[in-house]
Every structure is written in structure tokens, then in C-alpha cells.
DNA sequence: TTGTAGGCGTTATCAT
DNA sequence: ATGATAACGCCTACAA
């Protein structure tokens, strides 16, 4: 019996099991392109066939033909940062679970990155494109009706509306600030992220729209640029408690830099929050492995993913309209970095 | 001039291109496909008409024809985990480097979801596979002729030899120790990873190996089982210093733990490393961010990527034999956390 | 319900 | 060096 022992080389084909089935290549297709008109008999003869053949659909091929490779590209700036590895989660899975799949870029925001997966849409391996990058790869305009489909994560751009799902970071930092107001800060510090995203901007306004209405005074003292890592929290952090009315608050854009803040009130010997309170925002796991663990504004990353790609996958399919922008709900999470001020001596 | 607004909606073919350079397809082809002999004259008129055109060729085409894809499955059980996104990174620049694409999946450890990656390297979408995971997708045997080629990265697997880039665990794990009784410590508790993980089992025999180089006695009570986590390090650590005779001394089997068993010394009151040295293992940024920073044991993640790719890679295009193991250096990183032991008093 | 046949865009073989 | 042509494996009118 050496036929035992010959394997086929070649994978088997639509062909293979047509023949052994004995029907046409378009009946087996049609079994296994679901929801096609098949006879219960002859789709169980062609099923056996193909389970005997080791027969599995060729994906190029399937891709090739009907022109849709059902897989999306998703762009990272950095996936060793955090705060993304939860969205791409998220994404990952409802992806998954609508039969497509990922091709998963990390692009260091180098834009040369980003156009070589831009490529893999151009070139028919990738049907559309998820945005964590903040930006359109070079070359891709907005309102280019040629343009690869696109929905943006977390980011907003400015200009012709593209598909986002975000939070309202605004908001949400407003929250978080008025929350310090209510316990009773009166100077409450804040560290910026970089002032060239959007992001950075939107949690700023937030942050001098609660102090408004808290009746708080707005001290650009208090506020101290930083670029969302742990190292600018801590410069951010020197800075502003090295000033001559330092704050006993500091809010600070993200968590990675809020634990920043915490190293420099350390260093100079501060107690956290008996001190100085710190609040972050993301809520990353670092918010909870801190120590203290710090208070957060927490995003809902898995579902900003995975409502991402149900949007990018319904325009696809639907041809459904560029649509809009889904803002998904944020909540505060309290923890130990935060607590009422002490009272002033004296 | 309604021609310049009429935007073909279909993608340019190799046949346009050729119809606009008056040659043949296959002229065209040659032309794309590098190391082709072509007049440089012809060369020149094809690239201006395939600029003109628009053209990319077709990825799914070349693939379907070529029979090989250039994709790569690469599978991570975890990427919130902090340990994998440098690997990843290694990886994905190589293989941009050698012209591949990444497909990487989130297993989250579910056989399910391994399976449904391993369908694309069997349907063609991709050429082969690389495993963070520790262990084959279900249904792939180690020595069937017929399985995709793969190489493991970090893990090795016990049985037929699979080819895989890693580290010495036992022996960086015996470095650690070593240096923890050079300090001065004679009494050094181990916090283990999950007892089914290899890695696991290799650091805890690196470490009795030193342990026994050192003169010093293996004491059972002195290794408590933890699973890699942040909480298991707590958990670990509290037992440990709960010890009639603690340890002065503790070695996680990883850096998350390592801060866990940091958090456990603190809750107890203990000052790092004053009156408890504490080391981890991975060199991820948290043992940098961590206070005090950790002390722990370097890896070369992007490497280890790196080389994994590049091996699978040959082996795929040069049909090299199923290549051995190839082991990258470690080093230690000496940070706060470790210090001599606090003399006895009295 | 099933079969026939043409084509998706490319590359490889064989001529010329 | 270039051209004609037949696959690669599948899907989808259209016909039966």
C-alpha cells in the first residue's frame, strides 16, 4: 500500500472534488460559497468528497475572482505603547467574527511605512484601511473619491470628514477636572501630550473649559507641555512643582505621563495625594500597577476597535455612505492618586 | 476636456500598460518582475506607460501565479502583554526589509483561533508561520512532511526538533542568581512563571544551578509559584516575606511579577532594596518606569524577531533544512532594586 | 438544480 | 530580447 505514504504534493483543487464528486467545478463552489441553491444530497456527496480530497478553498484565488480580499489593513503608530495593543484587540476579534482578517501594520509613524501598506489595498490584498496613526498615509487625500476606504480611530482629523470612532476627549477631560474642583484643588496643574495632535488640543480645552466653570482662573503657569511618555511627566512634573505657588492638583494628558508626575513628586519627597493628588487618563494597565494606583479616565478601547471595523466593513459591503463620526462614553475611574487637598498650614 | 475628470473606476491592468508601450504582456511582466532581461530602451517605454496608466500590478495575481504570497502568520497569545510588541517590531522591519508582509494574530490562547490562522497559510494567503505561542496549532504535527514551514520564537518545544530563536533561559536566569549571591544574599527566594511553560522550567533550574554553585542550599519554601502576572507577584511575594526566615533576596521569573513582588515588600512595610533586593526578567519598561527601577534580565526582542523571520525566510526561498536553534545573549541589567543584604542586627 | 464557459491579472513555457 | 498562449484556482452569468 504505498499509496499510503504518497502524499499529493499539490493541494487539492475545486477540480479534484468535482471528479471525485462527480459534478461540475460550479456545484462544488456553490457549496461552499454558503447561501447558493445546492440540493441537500448532492451538497453532502460534495462535502465528503472534499473532507477525502483534504480540499480547503484557495484564498488568493477566492480574493482574485471576486475581487475582495476581505482584509482591512490597520495602521499603529507604535504597538509597544499601551494604550493600542486593547483597540487592535478589539478590532481583531469583531474582525474575526465578520470573516475578515487583519493585516496589522506598526508604522513608527515613518510615512514610507505607511505608504508600503497602503500598497497592499492599492494592490487589491487589503480591501480598506483602520487609522491609529492620527494622519492619511502620504499621497491619500480626503476627498479624493478614488481614495481607499478609511475610518479613523481615536484621532480626528481636521478638514472633510472622514469616518472616526473616538471619544470625546473634551469632555472627558473636563470631567476628570471638574472632579478635582469638586474635591477641592484650587490650582490644578496640567501636563499637555504633544500640541501637534488633536488629541492634545481637545483635552486642553477640556481642561480650561472646567476650570471655567469651576470659577478657577486659567494659569498658563500650570500648564506644562509634555508628549505623552513617562519622561516628559516627570520634566512636566519638576516644573510645576518647582514653581513658587505649585499646584496640589495635577491632571495630566495620558497615564504614561501622569506616572511621570508621581516620580517627581517623589523626588522631592512629596506624598502622594496626602501632597499632591495625580490623575492620568487612557487607563492603561500602568494607571493600576502604579503605586499608588492612579486615578484615570478610562477609554473603551476594545470597542472603539471593534466599532471601527463594523463601520469600515458595512461601508464596504453596503457601499454605505462616508459616515460620520461614533463618540463612544468614557467614565472616571477613582483610585489612589487622587484625594481633598491638605489644608493650608497657617 | 471631460477626460481629465473621468477617472477610470477599474485599476489598471498589465494589459493596458502594454497596450500604451505597444508590447507584449509578457514584456510588461518582465519588466515588474526585477532581474529580467529587458532591452533598457523597452524598459524605459514601459515604466512611462505604467506611470501613466496608474499601474500596480496585482498582489492576489502575482500570489495566485507565483504560488507563494510572501505573508507571514505571525501568532502572539497576548499583545497587551508587554513583553511581545519589541518582537513584533523585530519582525515586522525585517520582513518589510526582505519584501514580506506580517499577518499577525491575537490568539489569546484559544486552539480556535490558532486554527483559524493557520487556514490562511494552508489557503495560500500566507508562506509559512511564526509562533510566540509556545506550542503548534491544533492539528499540526511536528514531524508531518506536509506541515507549513514554521520557526518558534521564545519557546522551544520539548520532542522533534522544530526550529527556534531564543534565549539561554537557564543560563541568564543562573547569571541573575549568581550576581544576587556575589551581592552577598544567602537566602534568595525565586518567584516562578506557570510550571507548564518551559521557559518557566528552565529559569527555576537556572537558578537551583546557581544556587548550587554558590554553595548555597535549595530550600523548597523558598520558590513560590506565580504565573507571570502582577498579582501572582503579590501573591508570591507575601508568602515569601511571611517566611519564619525570609528571604533577603527574590528573583522573579519575570519583570511583572518582579513589580508585584515590589508591591508585596511595600505592603509590608519593607524599603527596595534596603531591606529586600528584588530582581525580574525581560527588561520591559515597566521595570524601568517601576520605583525603585528593577533590576532584571535583558532580552534581545527585536532580535530574536529579526533572526526568526530571516531563518523562516531562507528556509522558505532556499528550501534550507529544518535549521537547528539559534540562541541570542542576554545580559543583566543592573538597576535599584538590588543592593547587599541589610547586616543581621545584633 | 446543475453544467458550460469565460475571465479575474499575472507569470511561465515555448517559440520566434 | 520579445511575443503568443496556457495555466494559477476560483466564481458567475447564462444556458439547459
Keep these: 500500500m504505498s499509496e499510503q505514504s504518497a502524499r ?20 462544488v463552489s456553490r457549496v461552499f460559497s454558503r447561501a447558493a441553491v445546492v440540493t441537500e444530497e448532492t451538497r453532502r ?16 484565488a477566492q480574493a482574485l475572482r471576486r475581487r475582495s480580499s476581505r482584509s482591512i489593513v490597520v495602521l499603529v503608530p507604535d504597538l509597544a505603547n499601551p494604550f493600542y495593543p486593547a483597540i487592535v484587540h478589539g478590532i481583531e476579534r469583531r474582525a474575526r467574527a465578520l470573516g475578515y482578517t ?6 513608527d509613524a515613518d510615512p514610507e511605512v ?16 483602520l487609522l491609529l496613526t492620527g494622519r492619511l498615509p502620504p499621497g491619500v487625500a480626503a476627498d479624493d473619491p478614488d481614495r481607499p476606504p478609511i475610518v479613523l480611530i481615536s484621532e480626528h482629523l481636521p478638514g472633510p470628514q472622514l469616518p472616526t470612532v473616538r471619544i470625546d476627549n473634551a469632555a472627558a477631560a473636563a470631567d476628570m477636572v471638574r472632579h478635582l474642583a469638586a474635591l477641592g484643588h484650587r490650582r490644578i496643574g496640567h501636563v499637555t501630550g504633544p500640541p501637534s495632535r488633536v488629541l492634545s488640543r481637545d483635552r486642553l480645552a477640556g481642561y480650561r473649559r472646567a476650570l471655567a466653570e469651576a470659577g478657577l482662573a486659567f494659569d498658563p503657569d500650570l500648564v506644562a507641555e509634555g508628549d505623552f511618555t513617562f519622561a516628559s511627566g516627570v520634566a ?24 511621570g508626575v508621581l516620580r517627581a513628586a517623589r ?31 478610562h477609554q473603551p478601547r476594545a470597542e472603539l ?26 467614565r472616571l475611574v477613582l483610585r489612589d492618586s487622587t484625594a481633598r487637598p491638605a489644608e493650608k498650614p497657617g
Tied chains: 1, 2.
Excluded: C, H, W
Design 8 to 27: 499529493p504534493v499539490r493541494r487539492a483543487t475545486i477540480e479534484d472534488v468535482a471528479r471525485l464528486a462527480k459534478v461540475s467545478k460550479a456545484t
Design 45 to 60: 456527496t460534495v462535502l465528503e468528497a472534499a473532507v477525502a480530497a483534504g480540499y480547503r478553498p484557495n484564498g488568493l
Design 102 to 107: 487583519i493585516l496589522m501594520g506598526n508604522t
Design 114 to 129: 505607511e505608504a508600503a501598506y497602503l500598497d497592499l489595498v492599492r494592490d487589491g490584498r487589503a480591501d480598506g484601511m
Design 236 to 259: 512636566a512634573g519638576r516644573l510645576l512643582l518647582s514653581l513658587p505657588d505649585p499646584p496640589s492638583a495635577v491632571f495630566a494628558a495620558n497615564d504614561e505621563s501622569a506616572v
Design 267 to 297: 523626588l522631592q519627597g512629596l506624598v502622594v495625594p496626602g501632597q499632591l493628588s495625580i490623575a492620568g487618563f487612557d487607563d492603561i494597565q500602568l494607571a493600576e500597577m502604579s503605586d499608588p494606583p492612579i486615578t484615570t479616565v
Design 305 to 330: 476597535g471593534a466599532e471601527a471595523i463594523g463601520l469600515l466593513i458595512r461601508q464596504l459591503e453596503a457601499a454605505e455612505p462616508a459616515a460620520t463620526e461614533i463618540l463612544l462614553p468614557t
